[in-house]
């Protein structure tokens, strides 16, 4: 009988674990699992038997990634019968680490533990891609070069990559379409598959849908991509997503739960965002502060200047376009506005700081100035800038009402990364309870929430 390994990753997640806990050894249950290790916070760890657990680290720590990979590897090294090896996390380094073991050790699979939680039907959608893919003679899959100029022409359009000032790197777009869809992965010794950016390409110059030009003239690598106009007009739009559903506190019958939308006082409170231009869809918001909290990480040359404030808002937006596909993440349809909203949102919360260790202003010469960190608390801060505004501009919100319509607007729009509702409400009051400990609410004996008269002006006056 051969074995079937897990080794979960749990560092990231946010909010209550014992839920995600519940719903990972359900998955790993029905996926006959033989033994489950997990890699945990220190505060994570009470949850779990000390036998379980592997390894405990911060989320930040990024030696971990390598430490799973080593382990992977020597479990799939280990076991000549060739058993299932699956690792399960939030962390997409992570993740990537281990697919590069994957063509050494096909017995690997990887999972992104927010995919857990995605409706069935998201899944099947994802998974019916390769339902009836034809295996080449030598193995492989073929991926029929029509159907592969089709995803392309979907990549480059759901990245807004229709003009030069947005063009898509060349050597990204295989990464991208090999998110959507794994026949576009290279495959060494496959003439049809190592060449397949290059047919899509030659296919697209010569029929006018897709333009090329080098970044830098004449230099090997700066190759960049973007869509036609016209062909961006004439291609079919993919079908809307449905009016998002809502898992209210009380049960209902799923088919009463599909023909409602959101309720009015979530939809205030997104709007009240979206007004002063700090709002983003939460998963955007979330990718982007991962790619911000890894790049304050990584080791810095001594003679190396910090980045330009919208230099490093170009580069986090790009590492987080290409984690976004890496996950199957395509809700976000316009990332340079979502970029400038939460860039604005930092701004506003004081959350970056220049050179000379002060907090950077929203103000004339802030584009100029270089970032040398963000706060350490930057995400809770973040968070609550955008609660006090909500506060601010509703005059107060009910404690008893409001905290799950809060946490609708600040962790989750729709279904695609649904947060349950139990935890909406649990995240929501933490931040509330945050912002309470501060002295920057208050709630009077009808129990509506209040931003404190003191710092009324700070939130509000945006």
Known sequence: MTSTRFVVDIRRHRGGSSFVIEMVRRFCSENGATAVEWIVRPDQAELLPPADIAEQGESTDMDVATRIRDRVMGYAQSD?????????SYDNSVLMLIER?????????VRHIADLIRPKSTLSSRQSTAVGVQPAVNGSVIFPLAEAIELAKRVLRTGSHTSKENALPQKDLRLRMEAL?????????DSRSVSLISDIVNDGREHGWVHKFNRIPDKSGTEALYLEASAEAQTPPEPSTPAAV???????????LQKRKYPSRATEFEQALQKSRIGSMPETRDLMFDVIGDLFQEPVDGNQKPMLLLDLFAEVARRAQLKADHVGYVAEKNWPIATRCILR???????????????????????????????????RTCEG?????IIAASRSISYDDDPYYLGMTLYRRGLERAVPADEL????DQILTHLDQQKRIEMDDDRQIRVRQQGHAASSGR
């Open 101 to 109: 073991l994957m063509p050494a050790y096909p017995n690997i699979r």
């Open 246 to 256: 809502i898992a209210g506190p009380t049960s209902e019958p799923a088919s009463d």
């Open 181 to 189: 869809d794994p026949r576009a992965k290279k495959r060494l010794g």
């Open 345 to 379: 949102l930092m701004l506003w919360s004081g959350v970056l700081i220049s050179e000379d260790r002060t907090v950077i202003q929203d103000k004339i010469g802030c584009n100029s100035t270089r970032v040398a960190g963000v706060a350490e608390d930057f995400r």
């Open 80 to 88: 000549p019968a060739g058993g299932f090896l699956w690792v399960l």
């Open 385 to 389: 800038f955008m609660t006090l505004h």
């Open 425 to 428: 409400k649990v995240k929501a």
